[in-house]
């Protein structure tokens, strides 16, 4: 089957500029999330649809970035306007059924966005 | 606050040794750690997952162990390789279908 499908796959930009990137999860995946990775750490989690509903937000930075599922299968991630610490990798990954007690995540290769 | 911290940000092996590293956390209880594994330019991939009430678990080269009371989990590889060359990560799962990740630890077999 095909894996997460993520574009584009590397962008550089201005600060005050805005980005959007793209996802589309595998197939069947009714949970979708957005990761931040910095150079040297861990994804950190920004946001986690189930199906195109919102289940966590909390560590979105509201008021620059944006996010959304439409008809729950492909999504996208915005910046607006970015900062030079937007700088990282930003990953998606998705899950088969919610329910399922312990879900794997499967990730894409990911954007890595310079802000400069 | 909660936290999870990976032994090391690097680790050196020579090829054929056992490559050991180390999860601990605190103020978190995990149903679930997965390890995962992440390749220069590539996202994580999922290796192994051991729940709460499991002490260990294997998966060819591939070992896991997970003490609840020592808030601590050990991922070791067997007859280590330069293929094993990669950064580990330790995700806690809190049965809400999100994982936390540590920082990760960048391992480097050696020939």
């Known amino acids: 089957e095909a894996g997460v499908a993520q574009s584009p796959r590397y962008k550089i930009i201005e600060k005050r500029q805005s980005v959007a990137f793209w996802c589309n999860p595998i197939s069947g995946h009714a949970t979708l999330y957005w990761y931040q990775q910095i150079l040297g750490q861990g994804p950190k989690l920004l946001i986690q649809?189930?199906?195109?509903?919102?289940?966590?937000d909390s560590q979105l930075p509201k008021d620059r970035f944006s996010a959304e599922r439409l008809k729950g299968v492909d999504s996208t991630l915005k910046i607006q306007p970015a900062k030079l610490e937007d700088s990282a990798v930003y990953l998606c990954?998705?899950?088969?059924?919610?329910?399922?007690?312990?879900?794997?995540?499967?990730f894409g290769a990911g954007t890595r966005l310079s802000v400069l | 606050s909660q936290k999870i911290e990976q032994n090391s940000e690097a680790l050196n092996i020579q090829e054929g040794k056992t490559a050991t590293l180390t999860c601990n956390y605190t103020n978190y209880s995990p149903a679930y750690l997965q390890w995962y594994r992440q390749d220069p330019g590539r996202g994580p991939v999922f290796l192994l997952l051991?729940?709460?009430?499991?002490k260990e678990k294997r998966k060819e080269r591939l070992k896991v162990t997970f003490d609840t009371t020592l808030k601590q989990s050990l991922f070791h590889i067997t007859a280590s390789q330069p293929a094993d060359s990669a950064t580990y990560l330790c995700a806690l799962d809190r049965r809400a279908q999100k994982l936390v990740f540590g920082q990760g630890t960048r391992l480097t077999i050696n020939p």
């Open positions: 649809f189930q199906n195109n509903g919102v289940v966590d």
């Open positions: 051991i729940r709460e009430n499991e």
């Open positions: 990954a998705s899950s088969p059924t919610l329910g399922v007690p312990a879900v794997i995540q499967y």
